[in-house]
């Protein structure tokens, strides 16, 4: 993407300043990346504050129940009668309700700890997952606008097969952050549809103007530069901190040196394969 931005903005039928008087790739794409780390720190403290509130929320009424059921039971004893071999009754075991409450409310607090621990965690993957879309739905547009725009079946053909070996890894990526985050399946759904429609849309769209569509019109080549520099920023900054970093410097980490090992050498195999797609694409 970032190549494809600077083919764009260096092209000569741009005016020469400033738009190769200044590496405005290079900066996009990075102003990009630190306007999505600002949005990425916002957005998690956002939904931090959303289950801190709803885990107050929640404590309050199990503690406000827990009050008025040892209130309605303040009275009552709990008798427990055993017999033995001889059917002689042994002496009556009584606990008082008041104590069955505490145990009660100490099964609540242990309960909602190990909840707490991994909001954090869940957090991060909401904030990721919709990020992450964000960077491959604007790229995925102009995917589609390029490729409905071609003409020639020689080049739409390895076009067709290389973005398609790309948008089916990156919907595996994707689809691992929704999981993850473990959002409501109406919310999931639309997620993938969206992700799923855009290459389509920007095909449909990219065809409706091709009678008219000039690709070297400083317009197109500006606009295209842009977005393709703002989806590489986005996306350099996600897959180096939100996901390789997340996963391989993390807690997840945690297998035989084997399985580590392993792991590298399968973000090794497709960090090479997905560079290969450059040959067709």
Same mark, same amino acid.
């Given at each position: 993407?970032?190549?494809?931005?600077?083919?764009?903005?260096?092209?000569?039928?741009?005016?020469?300043?400033?738009?190769?008087?200044?590496?405005?790739?290079?900066?996009?794409?990075?102003?990009?990346?630190?306007?999505?780390?600002?949005?990425?720190?916002?957005?998690?403290?956002?939904?931090?504050?959303?289950?801190?509130?709803?885990?107050?929320?929640?404590?309050?009424?199990?503690?406000?129940?827990?009050?008025?059921?040892?209130?309605?039971?303040?009275?009552?004893?709990?008798?427990?009668?055993?017999?033995?071999?001889?059917?002689?009754?042994?002496?009556?075991?009584?606990?008082?309700?008041?104590?069955?409450?505490?145990?009660?409310?100490?099964?609540?607090?242990?309960?909602?700890?190990?909840?707490?621990?991994?909001?954090?965690?869940?957090?991060?993957?909401?904030?990721?997952?919709?990020?992450?879309?964000?960077?491959?739905?604007? @790229?995925?547009?102009?995917? !589609?606008?390029? #490729? *409905?725009?071609?003409?020639?079946?020689?080049?739409?053909?390895? &076009?067709? /097969? +290389?973005?398609?070996? @790309?948008?089916?890894?990156? !919907?595996?990526? #994707? *689809?691992?952050?929704?999981?993850?985050?473990?959002?409501?399946? &109406?919310? /999931? +759904?639309?997620?993938?549809?969206?992700?799923?429609?855009?290459?389509?849309? *920007?095909?449909?769209?990219?065809?409706?103007?091709?009678?008219?569509?000039? /690709?070297?019109?400083?317009?197109?080549?500006?606009?295209?530069?842009?977005?393709?520099?703002?989806?590489?920023?986005?996306?350099?900054?996600?897959?180096?901190?939100?996901?390789?970093?997340?996963?391989?410097?993390?807690?997840?980490?945690?297998?035989?040196?084997?399985?580590?090992?392993?792991?590298?050498?399968?973000?090794?195999?497709?960090?090479?394969?997905?560079?290969?797609?450059?040959?067709?694409?």
């Amino acid at each position: 993407m970032l190549h494809d931005a600077e083919h764009a903005l260096s092209s000569p039928c741009l005016p020469a300043h400033p738009w190769r008087s200044f590496p405005f790739p290079g900066f996009v794409a990075m102003s990009a990346a630190l306007a999505t780390l600002v949005l990425d720190f916002l957005a998690t403290r956002f939904y931090e504050g959303k289950h801190r509130a709803e885990t107050e929320r929640v404590k309050a009424a199990a503690a406000a129940a827990l009050a008025a059921s040892s209130a309605s039971d303040d009275d009552i004893t709990v008798v427990t009668v055993t017999e033995d071999d001889n059917d002689n009754k042994a002496p009556l075991l009584q606990a008082h309700s008041h104590g069955h409450g505490h145990g009660h409310g100490h099964e609540v607090a242990q309960t909602e700890g190990g909840g707490e621990g991994e909001v954090p965690a869940q957090v991060r993957s909401v904030v990721v997952s919709q990020i992450l879309e964000m960077g491959i739905v604007s @790229h995925s547009v102009i995917i !589609g606008l390029s #490729l *409905g725009v071609s003409r020639s079946p020689c080049t739409i053909r390895p &076009l067709v /097969a +290389a973005l398609s070996f @790309h948008q089916f890894f990156e !919907g595996f990526a #994707l *689809g691992g952050c929704i999981a993850q985050a473990q959002f409501k399946t &109406l919310s /999931a +759904a639309i997620m993938a549809c969206f992700f799923a429609i855009t290459t389509p849309a *920007g095909i449909a769209a990219g065809a409706g103007v091709a009678s008219f569509y000039n /690709a070297n019109s400083p317009r197109a080549l500006v606009v295209e530069g842009i977005l393709d520099s703002v989806s590489a920023g986005i996306l350099i900054y996600m897959s180096l901190v939100d996901l390789i970093a997340a996963d391989f410097l993390g807690g997840k980490m945690t297998g035989s040196t084997r399985q580590q090992v392993m792991a590298y050498i399968a973000l090794f195999l497709g960090a090479l394969s997905m560079s290969s797609l450059a040959i067709w694409a």
